[in-house]
């Protein structure tokens, strides 16, 4: 296998041991008071830029939509608290998804089996996300309109 | 301070501003184990500055949104300095809007890589940007 994919492999794991305390700090910030819907914004657009780059798709999609929607105006805090915690059930369950890929040995001669799971689980994701979107039209209509 | 000249298709000193680590890192990699290229890595825009006072770079990347001072800000002051104000900069952001991409290049960066970005084609998205630059200063 290419040495760099040895490489990205490990950083993906490093990456993926991130994700609660990512989650730790998004919830503080989506019940924080007051609101500040541009401070949670600039969270998830970190997320949003560092996810796909990490070939997490799905976190990028999850987290891009639910930015858009705040910076639109069209998800407010705590008026759609139910809403944005429907979204949080989507990024837990995604978090868990990539999480169990670390239970996997870490040797050099797994990163292909490393990145053929990564990729099996992201596209898994990346389905159920198109789902998930479609059942929250707060969130879909500002993917559209963006 | 820096030299200008853009080096096509060499090895380049390249001056990477981004606050998030876990970008940073893959950044790193791509840009030193695909491109090559010699990198310095720094976490806002006030430390841009500071290195490159202190180091020549053949080429900077800028996150947008950073803590203290942010890409934009930090590219108006890089242009503002006599010493950097040839440097080439390009933005390296999942800001993607096309108003924010004309106010990136209206303060005189060369281009946008916009994020999530492949790490085995970032070098190559780079030299992609740099050439568009040459040819199209060629043209005018």
Not at chain 1, 29 to 41: H, I, Q, R, W
Not at chain 1, 129 to 146: I, M, R, V
Not at chain 2, 31 to 42: D, E, I, M, Q, S
Request: one cysteine or more.
């Amino acid at each position: 296998m290419d040495p760099m994919e040895l490489e990205i492999a490990k950083l993906q794991r490093e990456y993926i041991n991130t994700f609660a305390d990512k989650e730790k700090e998004l919830r503080q910030l989506a019940g924080a008071s007051p609101p500040n819907a541009a401070v949670l914004a600039k969270a998830l657009h970190k997320i949003a830029g560092s996810g796909g780059t990490y070939r997490m798709q799905a976190l990028t999609a999850c987290c891009r939509a639910l930015e858009r929607a705040l910076l639109a105006d069209r998800v407010q805090l705590p008026a759609h608290g139910p809403t944005v915690e429907a979204w949080f059930s989507f990024f837990t369950m995604a978090r868990t998804s990539y999480e169990k890929l670390c239970a996997q040995p870490a040797g050099d001669a797994d990163a292909e089996k490393w990145h053929a799971a990564v990729a099996r689980v992201d596209g898994a994701l990346m389905q159920l996300w198109g789902k998930f979107a479609d059942s929250q039209p707060t969130l879909a209509a500002a993917e559209e309109a963006a | 301070m820096t030299t200008g000249a853009i080096p096509q298709t060499a090895s380049l000193r390249i001056l990477l501003a981004e606050d998030d680590a876990s970008i940073r890192a893959v950044a790193e990699l791509s840009l030193t184990r695909v491109g090559g290229h010699n990198v310095t890595a720094v976490t806002d825009g006030i430390q841009a500055l500071e290195k490159l006072k202190e180091q020549s770079f053949d080429l900077i990347l800028l996150d947008i949104m950073m803590p203290g001072m942010d890409g934009f800000e930090t590219c108006k002051r890089i242009k503002e300095t006599a010493a950097t104000a040839d440097l080439p900069v390009i933005f390296l952001t999942a800001r993607a809007q096309a108003h924010e991409q004309q106010q990136g290049l209206s303060l005189g960066a060369v281009g946008y890589i916009i994020k999530p970005f492949d790490p085995m084609t970032l070098p190559a998205q780079i030299q992609e940007v740099l050439e568009k630059n040459v040819d199209g200063k060629q043209a005018a």
